[in-house]
């Protein structure tokens, strides 16, 4: 099974920027779609932005112009650049996968535990 492990989150002041950073490891697999998620207190969660293998992104309006997300294949790791944070952003941010695994065949969906960004002064 295929782990994924956020990090780079942490407490930053409004209109300051972070760099989140999603690993991916395990045995004879590919990663196709990659996304981050992320939920606030209270909040369902929500679709921050999405990469395929490929590259190409989709960002919600939320956060379009302000975050960017980007990947790294020969690496297995996925980020968001975020930048010009508000409080608003605080939430814990998630990555999610589409992974194939080789041995045995198999699609699945892989989460990562979560990484804290708290966005205020």
């Known amino acids: 099974q295929v782990q994924l492990v956020e990090s780079g989150g942490g407490l930053v002041q409004p209109g300051g920027s972070l760099r989140l950073s999603c690993a991916a490891s395990?045995?004879?697999?590919?990663?196709?779609?990659m996304r981050w998620y992320r939920q606030a207190p209270g909040n369902q969660r929500e679709l921050v932005a999405t990469?395929?293998?490929?590259?190409?992104?989709n960002t919600a309006d939320s956060v379009k112009g302000r975050f960017t997300i980007s990947r790294d294949n020969l690496k297995n790791t996925m980020y968001l650049q975020m930048n010009s944070l508000k409080p608003e952003d605080t939430a814990v941010y998630y990555c999610?996968?589409?992974?194939?695994?080789?041995?045995?065949?198999?699609?699945?969906?892989?989460w990562g535990q979560g990484t804290q960004v708290t966005v205020s002064s």
């Open positions: 395990g045995r004879s697999f590919s990663i196709n779609t």
């Open positions: 990469i395929t293998r490929l590259g190409s992104t």
């Open positions: 999610n996968a589409d992974i194939g695994d080789y041995v045995p065949p198999r699609d699945y969906e892989a």
